[in-house]
């Protein structure tokens, strides 16, 4: 792989780990926010 291929790569993985962070983060106020709401109910 020429360098510019593995500059990308490696900024696509960190993108990649980022995305999947704020989705776990947000799956969780999800969840947190749905029980909460169900416990008023």
């Given at each position: ?5 593995l ?17 776990a983060?947000l799956?969780l ?6 029980d909460?709401?169900e416990?008023?109910?």
């Amino acid at each position: 792989m020429e360098a510019a291929q593995l500059k990308e790569l490696k900024a696509l993985k960190d993108e990649n780990r980022r995305l999947k962070q704020m989705f776990a983060e947000l799956s969780l106020d999800y969840k947190l926010a749905k029980d909460i709401i169900e416990k008023k109910l």
